[in-house]
């Protein structure tokens, strides 16, 4: 009876506590925003409203606020994930390489963390065309 009081416990050395992990939407967005500013081409993200709003934070100080996820949503099911972009194309650059070069800097910058892309939607909204006060040469 006393040997039964002092019996030893197994414990395997690599075991890992069960659980569930959901990413956030919102992480996916801040990922899939800093991908998609690194292509060649890419001018800004937003829509026309998201710029405008963003001007005006600009100018009274508060420039960083909403930019991380700005022109960008996501929605994470599963592990699976679907990115829609909306941006801004810098003149001269032809919209098929800007946006081929969009989805594949977003699809490896996601699957960096472990999630599967099945979508990168983008909408370009508008082209760059320079500072239209800068005189010509």
């Known amino acids: 009876m006393a040997d039964e009081a002092t019996k030893e416990l197994t414990v ?8 569930t992990t959901h990413v ?15 292509v060649p081409g890419v001018t800004e993200l937003g829509g026309d409203v998201a710029r405008f ?6 100018k009274v100080g508060l420039d960083q606020v909403g930019d991380a996820r700005r022109g960008c949503s996501a929605h ?12 801004v194309i810098d003149a001269g ?3 098929p390489q800007v946006t081929d070069g969009v989805r594949a800097a977003v699809s490896q910058a996601v699957e960096a963390y472990g999630l599967r892309v099945d979508e ?4 370009v909204d508008d082209v760059a065309l320079g500072d239209p006060t800068t005189p010509s040469a």
């Open 53 to 58: 709003f963003n001007a005006v934070l600009d």
């Open 24 to 38: 956030a939407d919102e992480v996916v967005e801040k990922i899939a925003v800093a991908a998609a500013k690194s």
């Open 12 to 19: 395997t050395p690599g075991a890992v506590a069960g659980g």
């Open 120 to 123: 990168v939607n983008i909408r």
């Open 76 to 87: 994470v099911t599963d592990g699976a994930v679907v990115v829609n972009l909306v941006i």
């Open 93 to 95: 650059h032809p919209v």
